[in-house]
Nanobody
Framework: DVQLQASGGGLVQAGGSLRLSCVASGFTFGDYAIGWFRQAPGKEHEGVSCISSSDGTYYADSVKGRFTISRDNAKNTVYLQMNSLKPEDTAVYYC??????????????????????WGKGTLVTVSS
């Protein structure tokens, strides 16, 4: 079975940092893009970042320069390093993958339900 498990969320003060991890299993991890979405209370899912099978990356304008995505194919893990966190980054963060595309097109379009598999989210709360 395909599984994605996100972790690393928590409570942090504005300006602080967190690193999210997404551990995957059940598929050839290195062959597919992995994306991060977030959903703040009362808002739609937003595509935050993505890393393609060829290590191309995507960042939403709202996180560029503050978030860094990376992958370790040996560990079937994608990381999202989040620095200079702001209260508006508060959301549940989900990792997801799409078996029909190897790039980040779906994530860049914030098409959360266009992905094929999602992990349970991890809550990030940034206090002011």
């Amino acid at each position: 079975d395909v599984q994605l498990q996100a972790s690393g969320g928590g409570l942090v003060q504005a300006g602080g940092s967190l690193r999210l991890s997404c551990v995957a299993s059940g598929f050839t991890f290195g062959d597919y893009a992995i994306g991060w979405f977030r959903q703040a209370p009362g808002k739609e899912h937003e595509g935050v970042s993505c890393i393609s099978s060829s290590d191309g990356t995507y960042y939403a304008d709202s996180v560029k320069g503050r978030f860094t995505i990376s992958r370790d194919n040996a560990k079937n893990t994608v990381y999202l390093q989040m620095n200079s966190l702001k209260p508006e980054d508060t959301a549940v963060y989900y990792c997801a993958t799409d078996f029909e595309q190897k790039d980040c097109t779906v994530v860049a379009a914030s098409r959360y339900y266009g992905m094929d598999y999602w992990g349970k989210g991890t809550l990030v709360t940034v206090s002011s």
